[in-house]
């Protein structure tokens, strides 16, 4: 079993991929559905994806919360320099660049524009 992708509500579109575009991802595809515009973003070559959720009739503000949802891991080459590329995109940083023995990894965490929590990390 792989995991395919993680969906989660925007409520900027635009901000959103322009914020993922600037950190490689790129569209695969997108759709429509019950008016609710679904669009998935990835690595190029990649089988999994983020699944950018942005319904135009929300009437509740998208608030993502640590308590509900911590955070969302992506492995990368170089943490500081995507951590860096995140902060220049929009996004906040959460921990910057450090090393987390007990998991294994260097990590950083950052939050994207509508708030959730992203893990940049590789292993040690």
Known sequence: MDL???AICVADLDRA????????????HRFTLD?????YVG?????????????????TPVAPSRADT????FTVDDVEATFQTA?????AAVLEPTEIE?????AAFVEDPEGYT???YRGL
């Open 118 to 120: 992203l893990e940049l």
């Open 43 to 59: 690595k190029p070559g990649s089988d999994s994806a983020l699944q950018l959720r942005y319904d135009p009739d929300r009437t």
């Open 102 to 106: 007990p998991a294994g990894a260097y």
């Open 70 to 73: 911590d955070h969302v891991a």
């Open 17 to 28: 991929l322009e914020f993922y575009g600037a950190l490689g991802f790129e569209e695969s």
């Open 4 to 6: 395919a992708h993680v």
């Open 35 to 39: 008016g609710v515009e679904n669009v």
């Open 87 to 91: 902060l220049d995109a929009g996004g």
